[in-house]
């Protein structure tokens, strides 16, 4: 009965986590083109009379500390995981160095058009589930990115982008 407490209570951790990776990394991948900077950070460079690129950096500020406390928080929870022996100490850190990779690769989707990153993320997705299952990780454990990658995979990660 704790098992399937467990279950419910994991499942949907993992899926907020993943869709607020996926609204991190959106926000990340349409503030690094320099020459193009979001609306927002316009309209607030425009009202306030500041410098846009000043005003982009406080964007980059912000969004590296949530990232960074989220990877913190996705790797606490990958060594509960390792405590439950539900994964070992290399699986974890295999999924945490995929997650950089899985990261790096998004990244590079940044210029292309929103069907064609669509469509890149979904193979990107499936890369991801083959890969855990070659690993012999359970997919139900770490959410469909590791970190949480699919919080709202498809949404959030396109809405910064187009």
Do not use: C
């Not at 309209?43 to 500390?65: G, H, P, T």
């Not at 454990?141 to 699919?150: A, I």
């Amino acid at each position: 009965m704790l098992n399937k407490v467990k279950k419910k209570i994991i499942l949907p951790t993992v899926l907020a986590l993943s869709v607020l990776v996926i609204g991190i990394l959106a926000t990340n991948v349409s503030a690094q083109d320099s020459s193009n900077y979001p609306p927002i950070v316009q309209k607030i460079a425009e009202r306030f009379n500041l410098n846009v690129s000043d005003v982009q950096e406080v964007f980059d500020e912000e969004r590296d500390e949530r990232r960074a406390d989220m990877y913190a928080h996705f790797a606490e929870r990958l060594n509960d995981l390792i405590a439950e022996g539900k994964l070992t100490e290399a699986q974890k850190e295999a999924i945490l160095d995929k997650h950089e990779e899985m990261q790096d690769k998004m990244e590079e989707l940044k210029d292309l058009s929103h069907d064609e990153r669509k469509e890149k993320m979904q193979a990107l997705h499936e890369e991801f589930r083959v890969w855990l299952d070659v690993q012999g990780i359970d997919l139900t454990l770490v959410g469909p990115f590791g970190h949480g990658f699919t919080r709202g995979f498809h949404k959030g990660f396109m809405m910064g982008m187009n």
